[in-house]
Nanobody, 117 residues
Framework: QVQLVESGGSSVQAGGSLKLSCSVS????????MGWFRQAPGKEREMVST???????NYAEFVKGRFAISRDNADNSLYLEMTDLIEDDTAVYYC???????????WGQGTQVTVSS
């Protein structure tokens, strides 16, 4: 059974920074693309950033220049460095990993990020 565990969520003031971490454990035959998604109250889950095994990254327009995604393939970890946080960044942030022979998507339980003015 594969498990994704996020950490690093917190309450911060606008302009602050946070670093989220995601650890993938269990029987990982193959780890494909990984990413961060978020869901704010009353809104649908949206993509924040993704990263391929080769390091290619993709960012949502609303975080470009402020967030940086990275991964450590050696220990199956994913990170999201968030800077210049704004109130609209308030959401539950979810780690996602495409795992196995068919790169099936698995989700973490989420970590809360709250940004206040």
């Amino acid at each position: 059974q594969v498990q994704l565990v996020e950490s690093g969520g917190s309450s911060v003031q606008a302009g602050g920074s946070l670093k989220l971490s995601c650890s993938v454990s269990g029987h990982i035959f193959r780890l494909c693309e990984m990413g961060w998604f978020r869901q704010a109250p009353g809104k649908e889950r949206e993509m924040v950033s993704t990263i391929r095994t080769n390091g290619d990254t993709n960012y949502a327009e609303f975080v470009k220049g402020r967030f940086a995604i990275s991964r450590d393939n050696a220990d199956n970890s994913l990170y999201l460095e968030m800077t210049d946080l704004i109130e609209d960044d308030t959401a539950v942030y979810y780690c996602a990993a495409d795992i196995g022979r068919f790169c099936s998507r698995t989700w973490g339980q989420g970590t809360q990020v709250t940004v206040s003015s």
